[in-house]
């Protein structure tokens, strides 16, 4: 069993930068990989960013591609999405969440743990 806690959201201008944490507790966070989605009103959740158990492989959708990035500090049980140039079209409820197993999935289905999300709101 993994806890997830997202936190760094908040209200922003297009064009500003900002990072979101997910801090993790319970069994090894070194066993998961982890992953960001995010949800916008109305809309099904979609695959943001991926890194595996080793910090490898990062995977990215291909509309955050060269803006955002993520990052996982073992010593701290903690992953991050650094996000940057941000649009007003990036406004969603933003979660992380971990998975058991190999790659870096991007369908939710494939994920173990979630956490509540963290609100990101870009103004234009």
């Known amino acids: 069993q993994v806890q997830l806690v997202e936190s760094g959201g908040g209200l922003v201008q297009a064009g500003d930068s900002l990072r979101l944490s997910c801090a993790a507790s319970g069994r090894s966070f070194s066993d998961y990989g982890m992953g960001w989605f995010r949800q916008a009103p109305g809309k099904e959740r979609k695959f943001v960013a991926g890194i595996n158990q080793s910090g490898g492989g990062p995977e990215y959708a291909d509309s955050v591609k060269g803006r955002f990035t993520i990052s996982r500090d073992d010593a701290k049980n903690t992953v991050y999405l650094q996000m940057s140039s941000l649009k007003p079209e990036d406004t969603a409820v933003y979660f992380c969440?971990?998975?058991?197993?190999?790659?870096?999935?991007?369908?939710?289905?494939?994920?173990?743990?979630w956490g509540q999300g963290t609100q990101v709101a870009v103004a234009s």
């Open positions: 969440a971990a998975y058991l197993g190999f790659g870096v999935p991007k369908y939710p289905t494939t994920y173990d743990f």
